[in-house]
């Protein structure tokens, strides 16, 4: 049995929601259970992913905080629905903080665990707080202005995407765009295509504290950001990475290169999906990463 309970922290003067997941029974003797703190896809809120990878994890023995970053989900912060990576570094500081007060959990062995672009910000965030002894990525983007800039005009993009940060600088509302539409009809989209439809537009991925908004600066973080930095400096902490075989979104590529760029100890698990989103919810893959998870944290945390 797991005890979820919902729990709030602060950073930098915000309030974010969490889920903290406790797995019932005895803890281990004379302490508390390790831990594991999530961060997940791009829009994501903890009711999602996050939340289905850490109520997975929980049932393996691991106490659990999933969480809503701040702009996003039943967390503060604006503006809303903004990507903000330095803050989501700092708000995976705050939640290890927040762990490591817990009474149920034991301080010295906690783990980052990310989904999709989770992956690269737990990659980055553990490589730099020596707090954290693990880090674990499924179905990971471990993005880089190295590869985003290829097959696009670069400074092209950057200087449209400034714009719109110069108009809300003075004075312009902040400006919105969906996270994905059901066709190239409907217009432009954060996400286009139709597997990112199949899960945030649809009954797989709905809640209620998820909108079809994000805005349109956020895209300028995604290809400006370098989370694969983390690779060459998280030694010598252990590293896995789970990832489909074929994945139109977070490329096995780039899996493939954060892993050449860790050291040991190090494992590269390849699951047999087809595409990106069948990491997000879909068996028997679901499963698969877990195991894979649950055998290396055994083994390392």
């Known amino acids: 049995m797991i005890l979820t309970t919902r729990v709030e922290f602060v950073v930098d003067g915000l309030t974010l929601a969490g889920d903290l997941r406790v797995p019932g029974g005895a803890g ?34 691991y106490v659990t905080l999933a969480f809503d970053h701040r702009n996003w989900g039943e967390s503060e912060g604006l503006p809303r629905r903004d990507e903000d990576p330095q803050g989501k570094l700092r708000d995976l500081r705050g939640a290890v903080s927040f762990l490591r007060s817990r009474a149920e959990v034991d301080r010295e062995r906690i783990g980052a665990v990310g989904v999709c672009l989770g992956g690269g910000y737990a990659l980055k965030f553990a490589a730099f707080d020596p707090r954290v002894r693990i880090f674990v990525g499924i179905a990971g983007a471990y993005n880089n202005p190295y590869s985003m800039r290829s097959g696009m005009d670069y400074q092209a993009a950057l200087a449209g995407l400034t714009d719109v940060l110069e108009r809300q600088d003075q004075g312009g509302a902040v400006e919105y765009i969906p ?32 909108s079809n908004s994000v805005t349109r600066a956020s895209v300028r973080e995604l290809v400006t950001m370098d989370n694969m930095m983390g690779a060459d400096f998280l030694s010598p902490k252990p590293a896995l990475i789970v990832h489909g075989v074929v994945d139109r979104f977070c490329s096995p590529e780039g899996a493939e290169e954060a892993f050449r760029r860790l050291d040991q100890p190090k494992q590269l698990v390849w699951v047999d999906a087809k595409q990106h989103i069948d990491l997000y919810d879909r068996e028997p893959y679901v499963t698969q990463a877990v195991d894979a998870t649950a055998a290396f944290l055994a083994d390392h945390l």
């Not at 703190?37 to 791009?42: K, L, N, R, S």
């Not at 539409?181 to 945030?200: K, Q």
């Open 179 to 210: 996270v994905v539409s059901s066709s190239p009809e409907e217009g432009e989209a954060a996400m286009p295509g139709d597997e990112p439809y199949a899960y945030y537009g649809t009954s797989r991925g709905a809640s209620p504290h998820w």
């Open 28 to 61: 281990p003797a004379g302490g508390g259970r390790p831990a594991l703190v999530f961060t997940g896809p791009f829009t994501g809120v903890r009711s999602q992913v996050t939340g289905l990878y850490a109520e997975r994890l929980a049932e393996r023995g």
